[in-house]
C-alpha cells in the first residue's frame, strides 16, 4: 500500500495597523526528525511590496509498496517563487508556480490509491493554504488574498484516491485582522485583538497570541518557535525579526 506522510502545523497572523501591516509565522512542524522541529520556513518577502506566508502541507512524502519515496516541499517552492518573484508578482502567478511542480508530483506519485485520507492530516480539502499580502502598484492600496490547493478525495477498496483541482483564490479584507491555520490554538477570536497603538505593542501582541498556543500540549506540539515577523509599510516589504 502506497503511504503518505504530511508535514503540518502552522499559524500564520496578519495585523493591519496605523503603522503598517504585519505578517507572521512560526517555525514549528510536526513530521521528521525532533531535532528538526523548529526548522520550518512558513513566511517569505515576494518583492519588493509583498509578503507570502504558508499553511497546511508544508511538505508530502509518497513511500510506495516497494520502498520507493519521494518528497514534495511546497514550503521550499513558495521559497523559490519568493526569490524568483518580479517587482509585480500577482497572487495568480504565485498559484500558478505552486500548482505546476504540484501537479507534476500529484500525477507521477499520488495516482495510485494512498492509505489513509490526505484531509485527515491537513483538516481540510485543500493541501496548503498560501496568505499573500502585498502594496498594488501605483496606488499604493493593501491586497489580501488567500490561495488554496483544494482537492477530493474517494474511499476505494485498496485506499483513498484523492484528485487534485485547480488552485482557488479568495480575497480577504487586509482592514481587518486574519489568522490562518490552527487558530483554534490562540484561544481568542481572530478577529478580536488587543488595540495595538505603536511598533512595541503590535510585537508585544503577536508574541502574547503564540504564546497562548503553548497552554495545550496538543497545540505546542504543532506550534512554537521562533516566530518571523514582516511589515508591508510605505517602504515597502520587510522583515522585523
Same mark, same amino acid.
Given at each position: 500500500?502506497?503511504?503518505?506522510?504530511?508535514?503540518?502545523?502552522?499559524?500564520?497572523?496578519?495585523?493591519?495597523?496605523?503603522?503598517?501591516?504585519?505578517?507572521?509565522?512560526?517555525?514549528?512542524?510536526?513530521?521528521?526528525?525532533?531535532?528538526?522541529?523548529?526548522?520550518?520556513?512558513?513566511?517569505?518577502?515576494?518583492?519588493? @511590496?509583498?509578503?507570502?506566508?504558508?499553511?497546511?502541507?508544508?511538505?508530502?512524502?509518497?513511500?510506495?509498496?516497494?520502498?520507493?519515496?519521494?518528497?514534495?516541499?511546497?514550503?521550499?517552492?513558495?521559497?523559490?517563487?519568493?526569490?524568483?518573484?518580479?517587482?509585480?508578482?500577482?497572487?495568480?502567478?504565485?498559484?500558478?508556480?505552486?500548482?505546476?511542480?504540484?501537479?507534476?508530483?500529484?500525477?507521477?506519485?499520488?495516482?495510485? !490509491?494512498?492509505?489513509?485520507?490526505?484531509?485527515?492530516?491537513?483538516?481540510?480539502?485543500?493541501?496548503?493554504?498560501?496568505?499573500?499580502?502585498?502594496?498594488?502598484?501605483?496606488?499604493?492600496?493593501?491586497?489580501?488574498?488567500?490561495?488554496?490547493?483544494?482537492?477530493?478525495?474517494?474511499?476505494?477498496?485498496?485506499?483513498?484516491?484523492?484528485?487534485?483541482?485547480?488552485?482557488?483564490?479568495?480575497?480577504?479584507?487586509?482592514?481587518? !485582522?486574519?489568522?490562518?491555520?490552527?487558530?483554534?490554538?490562540?484561544?481568542?477570536? !481572530?478577529?478580536?485583538?488587543?488595540?495595538?497603538?505603536?511598533?512595541?505593542?503590535?510585537?508585544?501582541?503577536?508574541?502574547?497570541?503564540?504564546?497562548?498556543?503553548?497552554?495545550?500540549?496538543?497545540?505546542? @506540539?504543532?506550534?512554537?518557535?521562533?516566530?518571523?515577523?514582516?511589515?508591508?509599510?510605505?517602504?515597502?516589504?520587510?522583515?522585523?525579526?
Amino acid at each position: 500500500m502506497t503511504t503518505l506522510a504530511v508535514w503540518t502545523g502552522t499559524l500564520i497572523l496578519f495585523l493591519p495597523t496605523q503603522h503598517g501591516f504585519y505578517v507572521t509565522a512560526d517555525s514549528r512542524h510536526d513530521g521528521g526528525p525532533a531535532a528538526e522541529a523548529d526548522q520550518a520556513r512558513k513566511i517569505f518577502l515576494c518583492g519588493p @511590496s509583498a509578503v507570502c506566508a504558508i499553511s497546511g502541507a508544508l511538505r508530502m512524502t509518497v513511500t510506495r509498496p516497494n520502498g520507493e519515496a519521494a518528497t514534495f516541499d511546497l514550503s521550499a517552492g513558495l521559497e523559490k517563487v519568493a526569490k524568483d518573484a518580479p517587482p509585480d508578482l500577482t497572487p495568480a502567478q504565485v498559484a500558478a508556480a505552486i500548482y505546476a511542480d504540484l501537479r507534476t508530483f500529484w500525477v507521477q506519485y499520488l495516482a495510485s !490509491p494512498i492509505g489513509a485520507p490526505l484531509s485527515s492530516r491537513t483538516l481540510a480539502r485543500s493541501v496548503s493554504t498560501i496568505l499573500v499580502a502585498r502594496r498594488l502598484p501605483g496606488s499604493g492600496q493593501m491586497e489580501l488574498v488567500q490561495i488554496q490547493f483544494p482537492f477530493t478525495e474517494t474511499r476505494v477498496d485498496k485506499g483513498w484516491v484523492h484528485e487534485l483541482r485547480p488552485p482557488a483564490i479568495h480575497p480577504a479584507d487586509a482592514e481587518r !485582522p486574519l489568522a490562518q491555520g490552527k487558530t483554534e490554538c490562540m484561544g481568542i477570536r !481572530p478577529d478580536e485583538p488587543p488595540s495595538v497603538e505603536t511598533r512595541e505593542e503590535t510585537l508585544a501582541t503577536i508574541d502574547a497570541l503564540y504564546t497562548r498556543t503553548q497552554s495545550d500540549s496538543y497545540c505546542k @506540539s504543532i506550534i512554537g518557535g521562533p516566530v518571523r515577523v514582516a511589515v508591508i509599510d510605505v517602504e515597502g516589504a520587510r522583515w522585523l525579526r
